[in-house]
């Protein structure tokens, strides 16, 4: 488990929403903390372009109702060129600041995502597909990111400008105001239904491509399997049915903006018409002057354009929300108290597996009424049929599951009063698949280890773990590159590696899942003599299929079903027990099959992909 710097405390206060709702969209970025001061010196920016804005229609006003060439002096020139300088300046400071707001505040709100996510409980990932929470991360962040950086900048300075020239508009004809805002109500009528339809298209098509990258990344992850198994016709076609099912999202989006630009364009037609049909009659009757109307129809077009980014806006909008019901529905779960219990201060004591049962459902129990206990410095081997309970008894005492009944202690101190840093930090787990990270060896080895850790501790690390032969054969030695997964190494020298990784903890507690169950016997003899080493003088238990791992240990326990049925040594439990005896005599049975079947293979094969 990967030891952070970073506190996770920022994230125990949970949000709570009812799904979609603006409120709670806006709550979230709230909760991002954006850079006040910046918004408030764009706001005032996009103000001041807009007040300027403003005055420009007042001036053709009456340059058209007094126009003549004597009227125009040079100073009024300039005057008007410093206006639409001065306008444009502050129009871009206040555009660019807006975006940098908007970016920070989606920045912010994926390092609060990213922060959860590795703080949620293993029973999360264990409920949710991997690409799903990789969506989340990308995706729903990437559609509110364009409606912050690239919307809401004229969302604002659309406002600005509307609202400063209705008032305006007022001032010269309320009446023709008046008539000319009849339309409102008939565009509101049409737009709120077309915007919960897509609230409820855009929701659905982000949970279809959460979907469609859980799917892609599961068979690119597993794509030597998907070759091997000849199924490139089928997940194919999996994949075209996931397309096909997203292209109709889109084109029942399309759709709905099909009806939204249009009939938005026809009501700006409209009020155009009617203002100018209005007006027109107006000036004929001396009610109005022609500049007068210039200046409304002017006034009319920064009410226009501002309409259509906020109608481009409120479309954007509801598909943020969609995002953001997606995304609080993860900082709504419940994560590990990670911060929180005290430290070990004495961890040469017994561990003692009380009475724990636990199952993955409540009415299915996958341990009963587990009891041992492993004595400092002791190995306790955990053996019996698969499906037993094993794997998930090794998943508890690392905490990532709590029981259900029952209690595991360090000494007299449950283990959940410690704080999950200390208690993870004094373990140190090596399991079959000994999971490797794309990059280097050095990479590798310092995983999760927050010291600097020197060459001559990677060098004495990888002599004890016998990996220091097959890495000082590598091109670039600690700085080879292993692949994704490590797939650039054989299987005996990913275990070493993780053999190697554990020595560097030095954790007080080890624990060793089947970890030479898939080697080959000369692989599983090197790999032997590793754990060997690194087992001295810690507290052990592991689990394994094969008699040569556990055969040497200080007790042995029998799972089957959930249930101890058996406790001793090796001798005694070959006397006392039946089914262990079975097992015994499976395992030298494969022992000895394996020995004579096996070819002579030379050391160089290591370096060959397992």
Same mark, same amino acid.
């Given at each position: ?12 206060? $949970? ?58 002096? &040079? ?82 300075? &659309? ?122 009659? $107006?000036?004929? @009757? ?68 009380? @009475? ?49 009944? &029952? ?78 997964? +490590?797939?650039?190494?054989? +299987? ?44 001295? @003088? ?13 055969? &040497? ?14 406790? +001793? ?42």
């Amino acid at each position: 488990m990967p030891r952070n710097n970073f506190n996770f405390k920022d994230t125990d206060r $949970q949000v709570s929403t009812s799904g979609g709702s603006s409120k709670a969209f806006f709550r979230l970025l709230r909760e991002t903390k954006p850079p006040l001061p910046l918004f408030a010196v764009a706001i005032v920016l996009s103000l001041l372009s807009t007040l300027v804005s403003l005055v420009i229609p007042m001036f053709t006003k009456n340059l058209v109702d007094g126009f003549s060439l004597s009227s125009i002096s &040079g100073s009024q020139i300039v005057w008007i060129g410093a206006a639409f300088v001065g306008m444009s300046v502050a129009s871009g400071l206040s555009i660019f600041l807006l975006n940098y707001t908007g970016q920070r505040m989606v920045a912010g709100l994926r390092d609060r995502l990213w922060k959860k996510l590795l703080c949620l409980p293993v029973s999360y990932f264990d409920n949710n597909r991997t690409g799903e929470s990789v969506s989340r991360m990308t995706n729903d962040t990437g559609i509110i990111k364009t409606l912050i950086s690239e919307q809401v900048s004229g969302f604002i300075s &659309g406002i600005i400008s509307i609202l400063g020239a209705v008032a305006v508009l007022f001032y010269l004809n309320w009446k023709m105001t008046l008539v000319m805002f009849a339309v409102i109500p008939l565009a509101a009528l049409i737009l709120v239904p077309l915007g919960r339809t897509m609230y409820k298209i855009s929701l659905a098509m982000q949970d279809e491509t959460a979907s469609f990258t859980a799917a892609l990344s599961q068979v690119l992850s597993e794509i030597r399997l998907v070759k091997a198994s000849n199924a490139e016709r089928k997940e194919y076609e999996s994949g075209s049915q996931a397309i096909g099912r997203l292209l109709s999202f889109g084109v029942r989006e399309g759709k709905v903006m099909a009806w939204i630009s249009p009939f938005m364009a026809f009501v700006m037609m409209m009020l155009l018409v009617v203002v100018i049909g209005y007006g027109g009659m $107006q000036v004929a @009757g001396g009610g109005l002057s022609a500049g007068e109307l210039v200046a409304f129809i002017l006034y009319l077009v920064q009410i226009v354009m501002p309409m259509t980014q906020l109608t481009t806006f409120f479309t954007q909008l509801q598909k943020a929300k969609g995002a953001t019901e997606r995304i609080l529905q993860t900082l709504d779960a419940e994560e590990e108290p990670f911060g929180q219990g005290q430290e070990i201060t004495k961890a040469d004591q017994p561990l003692i597996v009380d @009475g724990v049962t636990f199952g993955y459902k409540p009415d299915e129990p996958v341990l009963q009424d587990v009891s041992f206990t492993m004595e400092p410095g002791t190995v306790t081997a955990v053996v019996g049929p698969s499906g037993g309970g094993k794997t998930t008894l090794f998943s508890l005492l690392e905490r990532f599951y709590v029981p259900q009944q &029952g209690s595991i202690r360090l000494g007299d101190d449950p283990i959940d009063s410690f704080s999950l840093r200390s208690w993870r930090g004094m373990i140190g787990y090596v399991s079959q698949e000994s999971p490797i990270i794309a990059g280097t060896i050095r990479e590798n080895l310092c995983y999760g280890i927050e010291r600097e850790v020197s060459e001559a501790e990677l060098q004495r690390a990888a002599e004890m773990a016998y990996a220091d032969g097959f890495i000082a054969e590598l091109p670039n030695g600690f700085d080879t590159d292993v692949g994704e997964r +490590g797939v650039k190494l054989s +299987g005996g020298q990913r275990q070493r590696i993780a053999i190697a990784r554990a020595l560097l903890r030095d954790p007080k507690i080890l624990m060793l899942d089947e970890a030479t169950s898939s080697l080959d016997s000369r692989s599983e003899i090197v790999v032997q003599k590793a754990l060997n080493n690194l087992m001295k @003088g810690r507290t052990t238990i592991v689990i394994a299929h094969r008699l040569s791992t556990v055969i &040497g240990a200080d007790q042995l326990i029998f799972i089957e079903k959930g249930k101890v049925t058996g406790r +001793g040594t090796h001798e005694q439990l070959l006397r006392q027990h039946a089914m262990y005896r079975e097992f015994a005599s499976q395992q030298l049975q494969i022992a000895a099959s394996r020995e004579e079947s096996e070819p002579l293979e030379n050391e160089e094969e290591e370096m060959q992909h397992g």
